[in-house]
T-cell receptor, first 116, second 113 residues
Framework: AQTVTQSQPEMSVQEAETVTLSCTYD???????LFWYKQPPSRQMILVIR??????QNATENRFSVNFQKAAKSFSLKISDSQLGDAAMYFC?????????????FGDGTTLTVKP | DGGITQSPKYLFRKEGQNVTLSCEQN?????MYWYRQDPGQGLRLIYY???????QKGDIAEGYSVSREKKESFPLTVTSAQKNPTAFYLC????????????FGPGTRLTVL
């Protein structure tokens, strides 16, 4: 079974600075997807970024980018120019391409605080 | 606007009662999902459905039931057999189960009194 580990329960960053959130996962599969979701106090889960495992190029969405290291099974999220609105809980998620098609596995989350 | 709606936002249940949480989507997505979130934890999959009239158990299906009679609707019933149902419940959908990103509804907070 796949597992997803977020080793940082809490992180903080100064406004306008850069922060990196860590995620590692365990799988024996070669084809899969990885996601970062943001959950603000409203508790609505919002997709931040998505990475297909077959793509070597790291995904980028504006101020958000990932460092995907397939061999190391690492998928970190970098937030540049942090804003107060970035404060939220961030979840890393794994999704198989081939098996258990409907199942995503989530980490336990990292709570990000942004200091003004 | 297209999206996923969940109702009610807050729900209170007495022990021994069954309750049903609603999830509706107008995104024309084939696949729908139910997750449970406990404080300080990630999401755990309860049930998912890839097509109408078909659904599969997730990791924590015991004490829950679902139906998928219409493409846009995927209600979740929390039965009295669920021993610790107080949690936040999130519904999600995706175009296809295998490949696509899941989009989430706003959630329902269930509290057992």
């Amino acid at each position: 079974a796949q597992t997803v580990t977020q080793s940082q329960p809490e992180m903080s960053v100064q406004e306008a600075e850069t922060v990196t959130l860590s995620c590692t996962y365990d799988t024996s599969e070669s084809d899969y997807y990885l996601f970062w979701y943001k959950q603000p106090p409203s508790r609505q889960m919002i997709l931040v970024i998505r990475q297909e495992a077959y793509k070597q190029q790291n995904a980028t969405e504006n101020r958000f980018s990932v460092n995907f290291q397939k061999a190391a099974k690492s998928f970190s999220l970098k937030i540049s120019d942090s804003q107060l609105g970035d404060a939220a809980m961030y979840f890393c998620a794994y999704r198989s391409y081939n098996t258990n098609a409907g199942k995503s596995t989530f980490g336990d989350g990292t709570t990000l605080t942004v200091k003004p | 606007d297209g999206g996923i709606t969940q109702s009610p936002k807050y729900l209170f249940r007495k022990e021994g009662q069954n309750v049903t949480l609603s999830c509706e989507q107008n995104l024309n997505h084939d696949a729908m999902y139910w997750y449970r979130q406990d404080p300080g934890q990630g999401l755990r999959l309860i049930y998912y459905s890839q097509i109408v009239n078909d659904f599969q158990k997730g990791d924590i299906a015991e004490g829950y039931s679902v139906s998928r009679e219409k493409k846009e609707s995927f209600p979740l019933t929390v039965t009295s057999a669920q021993k610790n149902p107080t949690a936040f419940y999130l519904c999600a959908s995706s175009i296809l189960a295998r490949t696509d990103t899941q989009y989430f509804g706003p959630g329902t907070r269930l509290t057992v009194l």
